[in-house]
């Protein structure tokens, strides 16, 4: 599976942006997708998981309440509506592709497939 993430870019504290995450090759509803990000100086965190079906999503505290993760599978793609957003959510924000057992959801190393990553930046 090859992973296309974009839609990031430049928004002040309280602003929205959409991210966007395309698949191509193999079948994408085989697939989990989830979002992690990086933050300069810190390590890759979980922020979002769905599942194949798009029945069950998964928001790590810091964002639960502002993100919505959603997909569709007709057009393999996930996306990340990110609402309220702060100035500590400025990262490269990357797509992922996998299976994971629901303890292991928030785990990178759970993932298969990554996308190239985009950059959001929140000011302040």
Do not use: H
């Amino acid at each position: 599976v090859q992973l296309q993430a974009c839609g990031g870019g430049l928004v002040q504290d309280g602003g929205s942006l959409r991210l966007s995450c395309a698949a191509s090759g193999r079948a994408f509803n085989n697939y989990g997708m989830a979002w992690f990000r990086q933050a300069p100086g810190n390590e890759r965190e979980f922020v979002v998981g769905i599942r194949k079906s798009g029945g069950r999503t998964y928001y790590s505290d810091s964002v639960k309440g502002r993100f919505t993760i959603s997909r569709d599978n007709d057009k393999s793609t996930v996306y990340l509506q990110m609402n309220s957003l702060k100035p500590e959510d400025t990262a490269v924000y990357y797509c992922a592709a996998g299976n994971p057992i629901l303890s292991s959801i928030s785990s990178a190393d759970a993932y298969y497939y990554w996308g190239q990553g985009t950059l959001v930046t929140v000011s302040s």
